[in-house]
């Protein structure tokens, strides 16, 4: 059942420490029990989200994103305590056990989420999609993998394939067997959160259709590599799964598969996912980049105060950072209330797929240039010291970086420019590799 203890967000690293146990079980306040109800929607309890404690404070679970990452230590535990408080099923519906939260909750949740540790809503990305979906599927079958979802089920993802990728098809296939159920064979790239997974949602080709499929992670003949080798999200576990001859039963055949043709509101979600992950950042650049001048003691010969934080410049390059943040913020969720409006009713309003789609688009492109220029302006609050390698500070704008390049951000402008000149309907799966079906093929 659904916990009735809030969760609360706690921590700052660097070399400070975060409790997620705390994060999980004192409160986020992510819902509960409301606090009234108006104009039919529950409003709950406000709650303030602290993002910070004392260095050497300990918790349940010390966590150092800073040190975690230079030693590229996994974020199995954090990822476990979340289940275990119910994070992961904060949509699925309250009669199913779960949380049963708006998108703006959400969404709002996640930016706090990203706060702490900008690789977990990564790993979490297909998840919450996968849940999303279920949700909108409204059947028994969908029902019931809500239900395990509530019970601590986690769901990763092997989509992306090398070379070519799946313009004219995947390569993975799903081939069907004498009894019914199916085996499948492949090789995926940047398999996100599927190291941390119980269930691996596969793209496959069965029969010249792109299908989705849901694979058992310990089945025999799944190989899971942590070989993701980028300079930014390095805990997100976004490296190669290899399938080979997995057994897969029949109703693990989820329908039809990423990249499908039509209008799809998986593309906006998706993409809010990472703009949630940025918006995140932001506000833990800010809030890191506050306490180091808070800190300081030393100045420069012509600076204009004593002190940095008495700095008017140095206070001119805070009150950008936090207004960054909060631009991003206000960005995501204005998304999620489109997406809130799409999605409404356990159902997909497909007229309003297209306004959830440019509305995610004209917000990434917002948010990732403030955040990649909050996380680079930064670093103007101090001199040398403030880039020493113990402090990690780089980290925001490596791992803003490498959310931004989800999905390619001149590729969505030039889309929106096609769409406002010329009436050119928005893209909607986007797929890495072959721009055009290689000759014989057909894409799908």
């Known amino acids: 059942m659904w916990p009735r203890t809030p969760i609360r967000l706690t921590g700052r690293d660097g070399g400070r420490d975060i409790d997620l146990r705390a994060f999980a079980r004192d409160g986020m306040a992510l819902h509960g029990r409301p606090e009234r109800i108006a104009a039919g929607r529950a409003q709950f309890a406000a709650v303030n989200h602290v993002v ?11 966590y150092r994103v800073g040190a975690r990452e230079r030693d590229r230590e996994l974020v199995y535990e954090p990822i476990a305590q979340l289940k275990e408080a119910g994070f992961t099923a904060l949509r699925v519906p309250r ?67 090398p070379g070519a990728g799946s313009v004219g098809g995947y390569a993975t296939t799903l081939t069907k067997q004498d009894d019914g159920d199916y085996r499948l064979s492949g090789t995926k790239f940047y398999s996100t959160g599927t190291l941390y997974a119980d269930q691996i949602l596969v793209a496959a080709d069965l029969d010249g259709e792109r299908v989705g499929v849901l694979v058992d992670a310990n089945a025999d003949g799944v190989e899971k590599v942590d070989d993701w080798n980028g300079f930014g999200q390095r805990l997100t576990a976004s ?71 008495h700095d008017p410049l140095v206070q001119q390059v805070i009150g950008r950072l936090s207004s960054a943040a909060w631009s991003a913020k206000q960005a995501v969720l204005a998304v999620a209330d489109v997406l809130d409006d799409a999605l409404a009713d356990r159902r997909v309003h497909e007229d309003l797929v297209p ?42 704008w490596r791992n803003a970086r490498t959310l931004a390049v989800h999905n390619p951000a001149i590729q969505k402008a030039r889309a929106i420019g096609d769409l406002l000149l010329n009436g050119a309907d928005l893209p909607y799966a986007w797929n890495a590799g072959a721009r055009t079906a290689p000759t014989g093929t057909t894409a799908q």
Do not use: C, K, M
Request: cysteine-free.
């Open 52 to 62: 910070g404690v004392l260095a050497g404070e300990q918790g349940v679970l010390p």
């Open 95 to 161: 009669e199913l056990g779960g949380g049963g939260v708006t998108l703006r909750q959400f969404f709002r949740q996640l930016i706090n989420l990203a706060a702490a540790d900008s690789n977990i809503p990564q790993a979490l990305r297909v998840h919450v999609n996968f849940v999303e979906d279920q949700r909108l599927a409204n059947t028994s079958a969908g029902d019931a993998w809500l239900r395990a979802v509530v019970d601590g089920t986690v769901v990763g993802n092997a989509i992306t394939e």
């Open 239 to 309: 490296g190669t799964t290899v399938f080979t001859d997995v057994a897969v039963p029949a109703d693990r055949l989820l329908g039809a598969g990423y990249g499908a043709p039509g209008a799809t509101y998986a593309t906006s979600y998706l993409q809010l996912v990472q703009l949630a992950g940025l918006a995140g950042i932001a506000q833990r650049a800010t809030d890191d980049t506050v306490a180091w001048v808070q800190a300081r003691t030393r100045t420069f010969s012509h600076a204009a105060a004593d002190l940095q934080r």
């Open 355 to 396: 306004e959830a789609e440019l509305a995610a688009a004209h917000a990434q492109l917002a948010v990732i240039d403030t955040v990649l220029r909050a996380t680079t302006d930064l670093f103007e609050v101090g001199g040398a010291s403030i880039v020493d390698a113990d402090l990690r500070l780089d980290r925001h």
